[in-house]
């Protein structure tokens, strides 16, 4: 994929170009009255599904990345007044309601936000009545980033959704629009076109000319109006295209104001910063670049610095992964140009050496590498006995003309009272021998602690690779360094043996193959899903009948879009539920969450309830937090338990909890059945629209099933504009690691 972009094109159109029938040109943006944008474009002519998307960052990258303002573009015109449609309840709403209050905050009026991507300046905050600490006519007066000056203190509690007025777009606020259409032959949305406009902000420039006119003219011809209405109208004419020019002037003074500066300006300023842009990973994420330009190249070369690069440049959070392979180069443990560290013990009738493969002989393949990101398979380590005999293979030697044994500059280090693996792979090339491996360790000094450990043995094979393993050996007291040896036994004269994929773990048991001394990135979803088989489409798995019901099983018939089942409890009681364990370590102390369920039921005298009932890392029981009473009825609806009943502690994981018990349950009639589906249960104050590993977002290419699973096993993840950032990280990261580091990028699987 390309990274040329705006920077050498000169446009932010670089790409395929739509087919005719698709075309949306000319589309134009442009400010029609004090926070209001007229849009326009000529309507497609073929294509059965078209959106128009706003976003306040940068022009919308994927399908999914802004407020969806229509479906209907056949009338080839849309009049933006701030408002949207709402994913949750797929309504047109005037607010904004998905930001959240990140910690308590105590009469302040500067607070931190988890987003304040669509938040301008003169939003009102709506006061709620389960927050009595917001006053009424509290009005944002300042954004940065994730900070919001207030004009009034505020007091809630953390984790507190906010809701804004958006009853006309930010004065001063630049929009961004893009048309989407979807392409049924390949399942996929294509963009057709951008437009951007300022939201004009009011100078009271109108008022400002009529008061300067004298009075003979702005006497009012009829005497019960206190100004001539005519006279005024006419001069705001001129005052708006004023307010027009003075309100872009006012945006360009700004020009490091990275969150509020025309992104039309960002490639250029990118650029000043030694980024190039990139149109495929969009505005948003060029602005958090240069917002972090400084700390990029402070700490390049570090973790810190990596995690830093890869959340700016793609949007993701990264874990970066303990080492798994502790041999010190990559040829020590795949022999790739060299044999690093191994030589001879004794030189005496055998030899070894590096190559690329021997006849059908070829390198071992790491299983274990996300794809694109095998062990570099171009060398092994072949032994050759001229004489025949036992011999004996070993770490720790320099790679100097004269080999020189010395564990302590050579040897591997380790911890004493820990546990290590050693093992390799093996080849025989016409007959099969016993290969052992076994472990010695050296003290600080590189004097000799333990010659042997219990040398672990197998024959090798002469039709495919074989794992010679020794495991679960403890570094002695005194321990410093660890020399691993391979021993080949009762060779024949000119008989050749071959080695590749030697690994040195730390841990009980020895792992699946890595590269030596690799740096593991693990990228952490925007969205996760934590429920396993949320809607059904399967089976049952995963849930349990906690009382009152005779079964539960799946039955045709979901709540939403691209669900075709749900889940039934057929009473027999009158109060029944049905219970998930969620994976451990999936909650974290203080955060808040949500959970969500569609039900139905066909007695509308029957009321539904949810529960989370935390736990600690043991299964003990901490506090249980629920919402109950909620009205059920004949078609499926949507219930929530969030923390927004004014609970300072409701719904915010209690302290030592790492995983919880959800629970969805009915009280009611006792002979009526209950439907379930779409159950999401994610960090967040608010119930957020439903997805899963396979619906819920139209770019299916952004979510998937945790670790390769599938719906009735694993959790759900959401990456935004996956496709491109996973096709660009590879090129990039290399600039922000020590050079020539072992590095893989791992995408929907646990940090491990």
């Given at each position: 994929?390309?990274?040329?972009?705006?920077?050498?094109?000169?446009?932010?159109?670089?790409?395929?170009?739509?087919?005719?029938?698709?075309?949306?040109?000319?589309?134009?943006?442009?400010?029609?009255?004090?926070?209001?944008?007229?849009?326009?474009?000529?309507?497609?002519?073929?294509?059965?599904?078209?959106?128009?998307?706003?976003?306040?960052?940068?022009?919308?990258?994927?399908?999914?990345?802004?407020?969806?303002?229509?479906?209907?573009?056949?009338?080839?015109?849309?009049?933006?007044?701030?408002?949207?449609?709402?994913?949750?309840?797929?309504?047109?709403?005037?607010?904004?309601?998905?930001?959240?209050?990140?910690?308590?905050?105590?009469?302040?009026?500067?607070?931190?936000?988890?987003?304040?991507?669509?938040?301008?300046?003169?939003?009102?905050?709506?006061?709620?009545?389960?927050?009595?600490?917001?006053?009424?006519?509290?009005?944002?007066?300042?954004?940065?980033?994730?900070?919001?000056?207030?004009?009034?203190?505020?007091?809630?509690?953390?984790?507190?959704?906010?809701?804004?007025?958006?009853?006309?777009?930010?004065?001063?606020?630049?929009?961004?629009?893009?048309?989407?259409?979807?392409?049924?032959?390949?399942?996929?949305?294509?963009?057709?076109?951008?437009?951007?406009?300022?939201?004009?902000?009011?100078?009271?420039?109108?008022?400002?000319?009529?008061?300067?006119?004298?009075?003979?003219?702005?006497?009012?011809?009829?005497?019960?109006?206190?100004?001539?209405?005519?006279?005024?109208?006419?001069?705001?004419?001129?005052?708006?295209?004023?307010?027009?020019?003075?309100?872009?002037?006012?945006?360009?003074?700004?020009?490091?104001?990275?969150?509020?500066?025309?992104?039309?300006?960002?490639?250029?300023?990118?650029?000043?910063?030694?980024?190039?842009?990139?149109?495929?990973?969009g505005i948003r994420q060029a602005r958090k670049l240069l917002k972090y330009a400084a700390d990029i190249y402070l700490t390049k070369g570090s973790i810190a610095g990596i995690k830093k690069f890869i959340a700016a440049f793609s949007g993701y959070n990264v874990e970066i992964g303990t080492l798994k392979n502790l041999f010190l180069t990559t040829?020590?443990?795949?022999?790739?140009?060299?044999?690093?560290?191994?030589?001879?013990?004794?030189?005496?009738?055998?030899?070894?050496?590096?190559?690329?493969?021997?006849?059908?002989?070829?390198?071992?393949?790491?299983?274990?590498?996300?794809?694109?990101?095998?062990?570099?398979?171009?060398?092994?380590?072949?032994?050759?006995?001229?004489?025949?005999?036992?011999?004996?293979?070993?770490?720790?030697?320099?790679?100097?003309?004269?080999?020189?044994?010395?564990?302590?500059l050579y040897g591997i280090p380790v911890k004493a009272g820990n546990d290590y693996c050693f093992s390799v792979y093996s080849w025989a090339k016409t007959t099969a021998r016993l290969?052992?491996?076994?472990?010695?360790?050296?003290?600080?000094?590189?004097?000799?602690?333990?010659?042997?450990?219990?040398?672990?043995?197998?024959?090798?094979?002469?039709?495919?690779?074989?794992?010679?393993?020794?495991?679960?050996?403890?570094?002695?007291?005194?321990?410093?360094?660890?020399?691993?040896?391979?021993?080949?036994?009762?060779?024949?004269?000119?008989?050749?043996?071959?080695?590749?994929?030697?690994?040195?773990?730390?841990?009980?048991?020895?792992?699946?193959?890595?590269?030596?001394?690799?740096?593991?990135?693990?990228?952490?979803?925007?969205?996760?899903?934590?429920?396993?088989?949320?809607?059904?489409?399967?089976?049952?798995?995963?849930?349990?009948?906690?009382?009152?019901?005779?079964?539960?099983?799946?039955?045709?018939?979901?709540?939403?879009?691209?669900?075709?089942?749900?889940?039934?409890?057929?009473?027999?009681?009158?109060?029944?539920?049905?219970?998930?364990?969620?994976?451990?370590?999936?909650?974290?102390?203080?955060?808040?969450?949500?959970?969500?369920?569609?039900?139905?039921?066909?007695?509308?005298?029957?009321?539904?309830?949810?529960?989370?009932?935390?736990?600690?890392?043991?299964?003990?029981?901490?506090?249980?937090?629920?919402?109950?009473?909620?009205?059920?009825?004949?078609?499926?609806?949507?219930?929530?338990?969030?923390?927004?009943?004014?609970?300072?502690?409701?719904?915010?994981?209690?302290?030592?909890?790492?995983?919880?018990?959800?629970?969805?349950?009915?009280?009611?009639?006792?002979?009526?059945?209950?439907?379930?589906?779409?159950?999401?249960?994610?960090?967040?104050?608010?119930?957020?629209?439903?997805?899963?590993?396979?619906?819920?977002?139209?770019?299916?290419?952004?979510?998937?099933?945790?670790?390769?699973?599938?719906?009735?096993?694993?959790?759900?993840?959401?990456?935004?504009?996956?496709?491109?950032?996973?096709?660009?990280?590879?090129?990039?990261?290399?600039?922000?690691?020590?050079?020539?580091?072992?590095?893989?990028?791992?995408?929907?699987?646990?940090?491990?």
């Amino acid at each position: 994929m390309t990274d040329y972009g705006s920077k050498v094109y000169g446009s932010f159109t670089y790409g395929t170009t739509p087919l005719t029938d698709l075309t949306v040109d000319p589309f134009v943006a442009y400010p029609s009255n004090y926070g209001v944008i007229k849009l326009e474009w000529a309507p497609p002519t073929g294509g059965s599904q078209f959106i128009l998307v706003r976003n306040a960052s940068g022009f919308p990258i994927t399908a999914d990345d802004g407020d969806l303002l229509t479906t209907n573009l056949a009338t080839g015109s849309w009049t933006d007044t701030g408002s949207y449609i709402d994913p949750v309840t797929g309504s047109v709403t005037t607010s904004y309601s998905a930001t959240t209050v990140n910690k308590q905050v105590i009469n302040e009026t500067k607070i931190k936000v988890v987003d304040a991507t669509n938040i301008s300046v003169g939003q009102l905050i709506l006061p709620s009545s389960n927050f009595p600490g917001i006053q009424g006519n509290t009005l944002v007066t300042a954004v940065s980033e994730t900070t919001i000056t207030l004009n009034k203190p505020i007091s809630i509690p953390g984790g507190t959704p906010l809701t804004f007025s958006t009853r006309s777009l930010g004065p001063g606020k630049t929009y961004y629009y893009s048309i989407f259409a979807y392409i049924s032959a390949s399942s996929t949305w294509v963009k057709l076109g951008d437009a951007l406009a300022v939201s004009v902000k009011d100078y009271s420039t109108a008022s400002l000319m009529y008061k300067y006119l004298p009075e003979v003219y702005t006497f009012p011809a009829d005497s019960s109006y206190s100004q001539n209405t005519d006279l005024f109208n006419f001069l705001r004419i001129f005052a708006f295209e004023y307010d027009l020019f003075k309100t872009m002037a006012e945006n360009a003074t700004h020009r490091y104001d990275v969150d509020n500066l025309d992104a039309r300006l960002i490639p250029a300023l990118l650029n000043e910063f030694g980024f190039n842009y990139e149109s495929s990973m969009g505005i948003r994420q060029a602005r958090k670049l240069l917002k972090y330009a400084a700390d990029i190249y402070l700490t390049k070369g570090s973790i810190a610095g990596i995690k830093k690069f890869i959340a700016a440049f793609s949007g993701y959070n990264v874990e970066i992964g303990t080492l798994k392979n502790l041999f010190l180069t990559t040829n020590c443990a795949s022999f790739e140009t060299g044999y690093g560290y191994w030589n001879l013990v004794s030189t005496t009738n055998n030899t070894i050496s590096s190559v690329a493969s021997d006849e059908s002989i070829i390198p071992y393949a790491e299983s274990s590498s996300p794809a694109g990101y095998p062990n570099l398979r171009t060398g092994i380590l072949k032994h050759t006995s001229t004489t025949g005999g036992t011999y004996t293979i070993s770490y720790g030697y320099s790679t100097d003309a004269t080999p020189i044994f010395n564990p302590v500059l050579y040897g591997i280090p380790v911890k004493a009272g820990n546990d290590y693996c050693f093992s390799v792979y093996s080849w025989a090339k016409t007959t099969a021998r016993l290969i052992s491996v076994n472990t010695k360790w050296y003290d600080k000094d590189g004097k000799v602690i333990l010659d042997s450990m219990s040398a672990s043995s197998s024959n090798n094979s002469i039709s495919a690779w074989t794992l010679i393993d020794q495991s679960n050996r403890r570094a002695p007291a005194n321990a410093v360094y660890a020399i691993p040896q391979i021993t080949i036994t009762g060779t024949s004269n000119g008989e050749i043996h071959y080695f590749d994929a030697a690994l040195f773990n730390a841990g009980l048991n020895t792992i699946t193959y890595a590269d030596s001394r690799r740096i593991d990135l693990y990228l952490q979803p925007n969205r996760v899903n934590q429920v396993k088989n949320p809607s059904f489409e399967t089976n049952t798995t995963s849930w349990t009948i906690l009382s009152g019901a005779s079964s539960f099983a799946r039955v045709s018939g979901g709540a939403l879009s691209g669900s075709s089942y749900s889940g039934r409890l057929t009473a027999n009681a009158s109060n029944l539920a049905i219970y998930q364990t969620l994976s451990s370590n999936t909650v974290t102390a203080g955060e808040a969450y949500a959970l969500s369920a569609y039900v139905k039921s066909a007695n509308s005298s029957v009321t539904a309830y949810l529960t989370v009932e935390w736990r600690t890392s043991a299964g003990t029981s901490i506090r249980n937090d629920t919402i109950s009473d909620i009205p059920v009825t004949s078609s499926f609806s949507r219930i929530s338990l969030v923390p927004i009943d004014g609970n300072a502690t409701k719904m915010i994981a209690p302290k030592d909890a790492t995983s919880a018990y959800i629970y969805i349950g009915f009280t009611g009639a006792s002979d009526n059945t209950y439907d379930v589906d779409a159950v999401l249960f994610e960090k967040t104050s608010y119930a957020d629209f439903y997805f899963d590993g396979t619906t819920g977002y139209r770019n299916t290419d952004d979510i998937l099933w945790e670790n390769g699973g599938n719906n009735t096993n694993a959790r759900s993840l959401y990456y935004k504009n996956k496709v491109s950032s996973i096709s660009r990280l590879p090129v990039v990261i290399p600039e922000y690691l020590p050079v020539w580091s072992n590095w893989a990028l791992f995408t929907g699987v646990p940090t491990s």
